[in-house]
Antibody, heavy 121, light 110 residues
């Protein structure tokens, strides 16, 4: 069955960097667009970034544009989020999620359990 | 401020039918595909409804989605205690190339 497992969360100081990984299994990874979505403590879901099925295009929320980079490695079936210039307001649980097809859209049909990123001095 | 607005809370008693709403400005709802998610505490969000009114396999038919020109709604019939969760509407904004989530509605089963 479809499995998405995030890793790489932790505590980092403001201005620091952190890389998240999402290991995908149970489906043809290079046939699906992939997203990162986050939830800050006490807040709602916030979309972060999207990469198309072949990694040819990426899209970002304004709040992370220029600081975060989404990428994918089809040889390893992994999705990545490189987070730079981290801010306190980036503190959140980060989920990876699968799109049902090659491209974007907002119907994310499978989600991981999430990994916690805490930005604090 | 999201372009999709949800009331922060809703409630119902077991067995009741409750409706969660998602509003957009002008013709935003009419011109966008709406999806719905259920987010239980300490769990991964779950896609409940896609493409306005389609249920993924495994989602009980107690859950249904619909929309008008100005609002989308998620109806839950035969309310159960395990339905207590946060519910989010979401859409892809092709003009901005972003996914937009509503602010979420916390559903309490009394």
């Amino acid at each position: 069955q479809v499995q998405l497992v995030e890793s790489g969360g932790g505590v980092v100081k403001p201005g620091g960097s952190l890389g998240l990984t999402c290991a995908a299994s149970g489906f043809r990874f290079n046939s699906h667009a992939m997203h990162w979505v986050r939830q800050a403590p006490g807040k709602g879901l916030e979309w972060v970034a999207l990469t198309l099925y072949d990694g040819s295009k990426e899209y970002y929320a304004d709040s992370v544009k220029g600081r975060f980079i989404i990428s994918r490695d089809s040889s390893k079936n992994t999705l990545h989020l490189q987070m730079n210039s981290l801010r306190v307001e980036d503190t959140a649980v980060y989920f990876c999620a699968r799109a049902p097809g090659f491209y974007g859209g907002a119907a994310l049909d499978h989600w991981g359990q999430g990994t916690l990123v805490s930005v604090s001095s | 401020q999201s372009v999709l607005t949800q009331p922060p809370s809703a409630s119902g008693t077991p067995g009741q039918r409750v409706t969660v709403f998602c509003y957009g400005n002008n013709s935003y709802i009419r011109t966008h595909i709406i999806n719905w998610y259920q987010h239980l505490p300490e769990a991964a969000p779950k896609l409940l409804i896609h493409t306005n009114n389609q249920r993924p396999s495994g989602v009980p038919d107690r859950f249904s989605g619909s929309k008008s020109d100005t609002s989308a709604s998620l109806a839950i019939s035969g309310l159960q205690s395990e339905d207590e969760a946060d519910y989010y509407c979401a859409t892809w904004d092709a003009r901005l190339n972003v996914v937009v989530f509503g602010g979420g509605t916390k559903l309490t089963v009394l």
